[in-house]
């Protein structure tokens, strides 16, 4: 039942995504062809346009050949360059992939603990001093947009003391400074979240008969209080997943990384429809995946919810 | 108000000011000198005339950046309005449709927040077109899910109280509900997000500009400067400091103020057990030992040995002097009142008194001060059982693995081992099928099961003495008597003792050979469970006749106490029971009477 459920709102979402790249074109105000072609592009070449892209159908017959191509990987051709849209979101989206990958593992391996340390000093009322400089730093880190912080980095790390280098992907320390821009907040974000659920875990009755039993507290943190405190880390933690994705645009912008983010406020600049459809397209579709896969997690890892899943 | 108190919330109303007032004189103060060309001066770093440099028309960055405030500002208003104008309504939609149309707006709701929010934004904008008006669409349109979430999250809230559902009684039609009753009370939570998201907003906007999505030339807001300035950042990096400052600034004071207040408002404040002790040793709680206390006369044989146990927990003291024993394989009850202290007195004897509570007198366990034994004797020679066993198991992990843990953990059993036993204690406590017990989790269990698996965990180790604190008060009646008659076996059969701490009398007088009456923090008397009709402490005596037995007269009504027993906070000089006791002298008021032959009374009954 779960599992239908999920599964039939996924497939609801990425139909309504796939829908809403198709209107856009639609609901661009006046004509795209023209507003991609400028105003001194000949009539007659704007007429050709439109007839390449179907543009000239009924809506009902473009939204049949629209989804057929999506179905088969075509995402049209950049009306700039000409190129392939799914080529080149093909050859940007690794880049963005990696980035986003590495602030998400660095994001768990630092959050999960300190949360939990945080938790484990500051709970029942005691350390209010460790606890205040906790919140006050994580609060204004996950508030601070990374493009901020981006830009701080850059002229203090890149500019001033010239460690690091300032754009551009080519090695393990260009990663340095996008991935922490980009991961300051969520880290910040997580942490909390974890410290919060930690500490009512801690007052629950559970976790008082394992002390009673004088379980380590190596075992008491890891293996009673991880797996509850996780999952609703995890509820959030999928939507800080998606907002990573919507960061990384900026960030790749600001260093100028070759993923997916800076090709497609060139596009969306540049009035390059297909090509932002298509970048839409695979950030929606993507955001959603994360999202639902999370949700399986989640339902896996809680025993309570796992018999209702399978059955 | 308390709640501004908070650091964030004051840093973030200071900044907050600040962007306001800049907002207001910005553009008379800094507006000419912002716009004023210098062709001989363009594209320059820090000088005394320009502290930030110059830009592209040698206009002066910083009169720019402080001008940019009113632009950057009104923009970040006018998205926050289409947020509210969209999310609030939205979300309280659900409210008041029918439940099909709320489900389905529920969903909507809840799939539009997995989109990322600049997304989104980036998706708005394309289609308004790059320029301020699409960025503020954008912007504008990317949080109403988020606030529309909320709203109905909080409309939810207040949906379900009692006074809405009176309401629905009475005939209250959806909407009026909704107008009368909702709105209302979630309104403060709700303006305070929307400050927040106006601080959102302004950052989502620089950012939009930044990437060259939003305000466009000749107009300037902070994202705009940044825009243009970022290419020099490896230069000059001065250029880019006047407006990500001012973005940093304005925008994190806005979402600070908004989020403090709005955590201090929806957080129900939870008043701590009792003021902190200026002096509360950190950790564990620590047992002291009073000055002067020498060693006492102790039973040799008793294995639990209690005296003067006093429990405080800042000024309160919910626990005083308290002193009983307990010998081998006897099972002894202590009942009282909630709040009587009855069940600290149980966790002070398990070395479990929460932070900050500090433990004074002594607990001996074995002859031996808690204090002085090891964790793994603790683990094996004491166990515990407690009231919820829908609590007291951990939902994440199999039951068999959380019995066999404290044999891998205390006993150096290897994991094998410690499964075999673990099988072995879940059947000596009479469940069905251990072996497959053990594989399932605990949400599989009934009440009576889980205490039953409780009681085996305790039963790991080779306990001494089993503390059982209120452990049938959440289950049915039937499978009450039962959980207790398998206590009351595993007494006789492995001769732990047990000390059965209850409210109720008759669990207590029919199980355990000798009761401890508590009132107030204290032992009122102690006596064998075969005496109770003939107690002499008229507490005692008052519980007797409170609870129903099968000679009980059901003519007459059943006798209560008249009157509460003091908060721990407010115990009377004399005796704590004075006040409702009917034999009260006036010495009962002044002096506090002594236990003596396990009866502290001045004025006891006779017959």
Known sequence: ???????????????????????????????????????????????????????????????????????????????????????????????????????????????????????????????????????????????????????????LFGVVLRWLPVAGKDGAASFVMPVLALAAGPTALLARLVRMETLRELSSDY?????????????????????????????????????????????????????????????????????????????????????????????????????RMLG | MSRMRTPSALAGLLLVLVTLVLAVIGPWLWGAEAERFDPLHTLQGHSPEHPLGTDDGGRDLLARTLAATRQSVWLAVLATLITTAAGVPLGALPSVLGPRAARFTSGLIDSLVAFPVLLLAMFAALLAGAGARGAVVGIGVAAVPGLARLTRTLADTVAASDYVAAARVLGAGRSAILVRHVLPNIAEPLILTITANLGYALLGLATLSLLGLGVQPPDYDWGRLLHDTLPRVYVDPEVVAGPALAVALAGTGFALLGESLARASARVPVA????????????????VLPPGCGPLPEAPEAVLEVRDLTVSFGGVTPVREVSFSVAPGELVGIVGESGSGKSLTALAVGGLVPHPGTVAGRVLLGGRPLAELTRRELGTRLAMVFQDPMAALNPALRVGSQLAEVATAHLGASRGQARKRAVERLGRVRLPDPEAQARRYPHEFSGGMRQRAVIAMGLMGEPEL?????????????????????????????????????HDLAVVSQHCGRVLVMYAGRIVEELPSSELRRARHPYTRALVAASPDLETDRSRPLATIPGRQPASAEVPAGCAFAPRCARALERCRTDRPEPVDGLACWNPETA
């Not at chain 1, 991609?36 to 017959?61: C, I, K, N, S, Y």
């Open chain 2, 466 to 502: 089993i503390v059982a604190d209120e452990p049938t008060t959440a289950l049915d009646v039937t499978v009450q008597k039962r959980v207790l008659e398998l206590l009351a076996e595993v007494n006789e059969t492995t001769g732990a003792a047990g000390l059965l701490i209850s």
């Open chain 2, 272 to 287: 701590p057990v009792a003021p902190s002790a200026p002096s509360a040793p950190r950790g564990e709680s620590r047992t």
């Open chain 1, 1 to 155: 039942m779960f599992l239908l459920r999920r599964a039939t709102r996924f497939a609801l979402s990425l139909v309504l995504v796939v829908l809403a790249s198709f209107a856009m074109l639609h609901l661009i105000p006046g004509d795209p062809v023209r507003a991609a072609l400028g105003p001194t592009a000949p009539r007659e070449a704007v007429e050709q346009r439109r007839a390449e892209l179907g543009l000239d159908r009924p809506w009902p017959e473009q939204l049949r050949t629209y989804l057929g191509k999506v179905a088969t990987g075509d995402f049209g051709e950049s009306f700039l360059s000409r190129q392939p849209a799914g080529q080149v979101v093909a050859d940007r989206f690794p880049a963005t992939v990696q980035l986003v990958v590495v602030t998400v593992a660095l994001a768990l391996l630092v959050a999960v603990p300190l949360g939990m340390a945080m938790a484990a000093r500051t709970h029942g009322g005691r350390g209010r001093r460790s606890e205040l400089a906790f919140t006050s730093v994580t609060g204004g880190l996950s508030v601070i947009p990374e493009f901020l912080l981006a830009v701080a980095m850059i002229a």
């Open chain 1, 207 to 307: 976790v008082r008969l394992a002390r009673a039993k004088r379980l380590p507290a190596v075992r008491l943190y890891l293996v009673h209080l991880l797996p509850n405190s996780l999952t609703a880390t995890l509820t959030t933690g999928g939507l800080v997943l998606t907002s990573l994705l919507g960061g990384s645009v900026v960030v790749e912008y600001v260093f100028q990384w070759p993923g997916l983010g800076g090709t497609t406020v060139e596009a969306i600049a540049g009035k390059d429809y297909a090509l932002a459809q298509a970048a839409i397209l695979v950030y929606g579709a993507v955001s959603l995946t994360v999202v639902f896969l999370v949700d399986l997690a989640l339902g896996l890892l809680d025993p309570r919810s796992r018999p």
